[in-house]
């Protein structure tokens, strides 16, 4: 901090003397007496490194520093994890029946069995491939579309009163609900559950981009267009990266509800999928097979927003140092 | 359009220009009846108290507003819109947070059509210039105050426009920055020679930057009076002290105590005051009763 502040004032005062020569890159007419471009360039040479941070420390520093500031939190996310599979360990070891019954619940040693056993067949694989398919064309569906419809509703007011009302209207209706309709309106089964898992995906991923759309800061829209930007390009290079942020916490929390709408439909009118796994081994009363599924559904879950989060954390370098936002 | 000579080119005029703005069915005037001229070439700032509807003005001539009465013209032709033939430099900070410095400067460009490498080494030249080129893979969140305001300078400047439009661009700096960019500015425009139109509170950066000021009213804002500046150029820091300088700066601030005070007699005037004291003290004289 206090280095940066003390470059930037360094710069500031070196920068009048280079201002004092002529600063257009392009042919202006140059009166007779004042400096020109080039040789202003060569008048002033100063390497750019001049303002660069100071050389970093020696790594084994950085790497103390690093473990000051990271290990506390790796160790307590371990103990975390650890004390939950052994609460589960204990629970089902003892059969606790304490108004709530451990008694059929499997042990994790059980589990881990069941892992080794369904890693020999293609059967349990296949589930994963259809379930990862479904989540990924509903999905992908619902964020074309929400985007798409989301920058026009927030940035035009026709559009907003000529969508919103009906979007509004099916807004509070749950993706779950939409299962029996979606049977019937769809000719094929696989298509049906994907369109369930879109209808979950969407309106969060509509919603945040409508608002981050509205949260553009005007002076930005001005900027653009008095730099000669036509609404196209207005769209393209200020709205959507300056609503990104908000488009990425939709994405976000439309592929969480995306699992959840995908693992009810499955197990209600699935034939394949992890959903139906997990069902189908509750009704076969292989219950190690259900915790199986509980806990694919979630590393899937987990693995899905991970990369999301990486995605956005691609897209949008510049955040690293925005000063917006609580958390670092 | 770029190739056309510089000279002759960027007068702004402004004709018996009123702004109303329309508010819940009522409607005020922020600029009433305003002529103003900024020649080619020249440096004109326009002060006034706030609220007057300075950047009112500048708005309608960076094309943002209509105006309700009136014409605005540049080089004769009446203003349509915000266009790349006027940089805007705003008050508050403008870049665009997700385009590193470069490419916050080659963004004006870009809208032209100019080609990739062309674009970049523009962008370059300036930047260097501009003593940021060091910066330029960093990310508006990563400068200082003064340096994005440098940026959005030298942004507004890429697209080689023939005015520009200044309102308040060193508002938000400290003291001592802003004394560094008045500087950076003057030898900027000395070397150009761009119609400029400068928006402040500051009466001595007006008399410092200009070669004319025009002094506004409170709202609704006309023009109160105009006051060339016969200062020599280049100016320069020393000048700041001289008899001359002085003067301009001492009957400016008269001129803007006069409107400043204007602008809070409607609301503080002395009688509200003194209804204010009285109904406080029958109040009192009530409890005590
Ligand atoms: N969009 C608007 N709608 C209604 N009234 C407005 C609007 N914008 C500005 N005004 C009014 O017009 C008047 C002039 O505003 P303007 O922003 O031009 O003042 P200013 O001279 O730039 O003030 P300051 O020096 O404080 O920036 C103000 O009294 C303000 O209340
Ligand atoms: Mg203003």
Redesign the interface.
Same mark, same amino acid.
């Given at each position: 901090m206090q280095a940066s502040?003390l470059r930037?004032v360094d710069?500031?005062?070196?920068?009048?003397g280079? #201002?004092?020569?002529?600063?257009?890159?392009?042919e202006?007419?140059q009166p007779t007496g004042?400096?020109r471009?080039e040789d202003?360039?060569r008048a002033a040479p100063?390497p750019?490194?001049?303002?660069?941070p100071p050389p970093p420390s020696p790594p084994y520093f950085r790497l103390l520093a690093w473990a000051r500031q990271h290990l506390p939190g790796y160790v307590l996310a371990a103990c975390s994890l650890i004390g939950l599979v052994l609460a589960w360990h204990l629970a089902t070891k003892y059969k606790l029946d304490f108004y709530i019954r451990f008694t059929n619940i499997p042990t994790p040693g059980e589990v881990m069995d069941k892992v080794a056993q369904v890693s020999q067949s293609k059967r349990f694989g296949t589930h994963v491939v259809l379930s990862l398919r479904r989540i990924f064309l509903g999905f992908a569906l619902a964020g074309v579309l929400g985007i798409g419809l989301g920058l026009l509703i927030g940035r035009y007011k026709l559009m907003r009163s000529l969508f919103f009302p009906a979007l509004e209207a099916l807004r509070p209706i749950p993706a779950i609900a939409w299962v029996p309709i979606s049977i019937m309106l769809w000719p094929d089964n696989e298509v049906s559950i994907v369109f369930i898992t879109f209808i979950g995906a969407f309106f969060p991923i509509l919603l945040n981009t409508v608002s981050g759309v509205q949260a553009v800061?005007g002076?930005?829209l001005?900027?653009?267009?008095?730099?000669?930007?036509?609404e196209s390009?207005l769209m393209w290079?200020?709205i959507l990266?300056?609503a990104?942020p908000q488009i990425f916490t939709g994405l976000a929390v439309g592929m969480g509800v995306a699992w959840v709408s995908l693992i009810a439909a499955e197990m209600i009118s699935g034939q394949f999928g992890i959903g139906y796994y997990t069902w189908e081994a509750y009704s076969l009363i292989t219950y190690s097979e259900i915790v199986l599924g509980m806990i694919t559904i979630g590393l899937l879950g987990l693995l899905c927003s991970g990369l999301i989060r990486l995605v956005g954390k691609a897209a949008?370098?510049?955040l690293a #140092?925005?000063?917006q936002g609580g958390e670092r | 359009m770029?190739d056309a000579?510089? +000279?002759g080119r960027g007068h702004i005029a402004i004709r018996d220009l009123t702004v109303r703005y329309t508010q819940h069915g009522s409607s005020i005037d922020a600029v009433s009846n305003v002529s103003l001229d900024v020649q080619p070439g020249e440096f004109v700032s326009i002060i006034g108290p706030s609220g007057c509807g300075k950047s009112t003005l500048l708005n309608i001539v +960076?094309?943002?507003l209509k105006p309700s009465d009136g014409k605005v013209l540049l080089d004769g032709a009446p203003i349509k819109?915000?266009? =790349?033939d006027?940089?805007?430099v705003?008050q508050?900070y403008?870049?665009?947070?997700?385009?590193s410095v470069r490419k916050n400067v080659e963004?004006?460009l870009k809208?032209?059509g100019v080609s990739a490498n062309a674009r970049t080494?523009?962008?370059r030249?300036?930047l260097?210039?501009?003593?940021?080129?060091?910066?330029e893979n960093h990310?508006?969140?990563?400068?200082?105050g003064?340096?994005k305001q440098?940026v959005g300078i030298?942004? =507004?400047? +890429?697209?080689?426009p023939q005015v520009m439009l200044m309102d308040e661009p060193f508002g938000a700096l400290d003291s001592q920055?802003r004394v560094?960019?008045q500087?950076?500015l003057t030898?900027?425009w000395q070397?150009?020679?761009l119609s400029v139109m400068f928006i402040t509170h500051d009466i001595e950066e007006a008399v410092f930057l200009s070669d004319r000021v025009y002094v506004m009213t409170a709202r609704p804002g006309r023009i109160k009076a105009e006051i060339p500046i016969p200062l020599p150029r280049p100016r320069t820091p020393d000048m700041t002290s001289s008899p001359t300088f002085l003067a301009l700066v001492r009957q400016l601030k008269s001129l803007i105590r006069e409107e400043s005070l204007a602008a809070m007699g409607g609301e503080l005037g002395a009688r509200g005051l003194e209804g204010f004291d009285r109904s406080l003290a029958g109040e009192g004289m009530q409890a005590v009763l």
């Open positions: 502040n930037v710069e500031d005062r070196e920068a009048t280079l #201002f004092v020569a002529a600063p257009a890159g392009r202006h007419p004042l400096a471009t202003v360039l100063r750019p490194s001049a303002a660069l800061d002076v930005l001005r900027a653009g267009r008095c730099l000669g930007a036509k390009a290079h200020v990266p300056g990104a949008m370098p510049w #140092f925005s000063t | 770029s000579p510089k +000279a +960076a094309g943002f819109g915000p266009g =790349a006027r940089g805007v705003f508050q403008s870049l665009f947070p997700w385009m963004f004006g809208m032209q080494s523009a962008a030249t300036l260097g210039l501009a003593g940021l080129l060091a910066f990310y508006p969140d990563q400068l200082s003064g340096m440098r030298v942004r =507004a400047l +890429a697209t080689s920055t560094v960019m500087e950076i030898n900027m070397q150009l020679r």
